[in-house]
């Protein structure tokens, strides 16, 4: 898990799989999408648990952005989508 | 025998000549206000053709930074343009994430992202050097025409960055 202010998530994903994120009390909204691109899904989380939202499909190595907040105040992580073990 | 009566014109009076220490005075405050309204001027229109020349320079950066009236934009035009390239690399994730998803079609950013990708490759012992070189490149590859006419050639090296 990787911490940024007010969210923890992990730090690789695989593409088309699930991903645990944990948002502070203040926040219910999970933004995720990839980094470059326009898309983005929204999720509303419970704060303070650890909750699973699904990855978008992405090419292995590819990056997404995990997001928590609004305005100035969103804060994001950066997720390395990683091949699904065999 | 008839005498003829004649006048002899006196000679006009000579104006009174100045002293020749006053006229002396005179000349040099004369010259000295000269050159000092001389060098005043000069030295304005020197100023002028300077800043002509500066503006020209950075014309385009006056030009992309006036006020598009979107706060949002305007701070990033000016991470792009105009801010240290220490504060966009330190920006990079908010810079490229939100300039790539909101502001796509934008023709200033771009030079942002140029701007970030010589930064990095630069940059031997840039903190997560790796992971803003694969960001970029991602960016750059999956973004508009005009993006990628700026900034592509960046893109094999930055992946290269370990």
Redesign the interface.
């Known amino acids: 898990m990787q911490n940024g202010e007010g969210i923890r998530v992990s730090t690789t994903a695989v593409s088309g799989g699930s991903i645990t994120v944990n948002v502070g009390p203040t926040d219910d909204v999970v933004e995720i999408?990839?980094?470059?691109?326009?898309a983005?899904t929204t999720h509303h989380v419970p704060g303070d648990k650890d909750t699973l939202i699904p990855v978008p499909s992405a090419e292995a190595?590819?990056?997404l952005?995990v997001?928590v907040g609004k305005g100035k105040r969103k804060r994001?992580i950066?997720v390395t989508i990683v091949a699904p073990t065999p | 025998m008839r005498l003829e009566p004649v006048y002899l014109v006196a000679p006009e009076p000579e104006p009174p000549k100045i002293p020749t220490r006053r006229a002396f005075l005179l000349a040099g405050a004369t010259f000295a206000a000269g050159l000092t309204l001389g060098g005043a001027c000069g030295y304005a229109a020197g100023s002028s053709a300077n800043t002509s020349v500066q503006t020209g320079e950075g014309e385009d950066d006056v030009r992309e930074l006036e006020s598009t009236g979107n706060a949002e934009l305007d701070e990033l035009r000016r991470l792009a343009v105009k801010a240290p390239i220490e504060e966009l690399a330190e920006k990079w994730?908010?810079f490229?994430?939100v300039s790539?998803?909101d502001y796509?079609h934008d023709e200033v950013l771009p030079r942002g992202v140029e701007r970030l990708a010589k930064y990095i490759l630069a940059t031997p012992d840039l903190d997560q050097r790796k992971?803003i070189a694969?960001?970029t490149a991602?960016?750059?590859?999956?973004?508009e025409q005009h993006l990628q006419d700026r900034a592509i050639r960046y893109v094999p090296q930055l992946r290269r960055v370990r």
């Open positions: 999408g990839v980094l470059g691109g326009t983005t190595g590819s990056l952005v997001m994001r950066v | 994730l908010y490229l994430q790539s998803k796509r992971l694969n960001a991602q960016v750059i590859e999956l973004g």
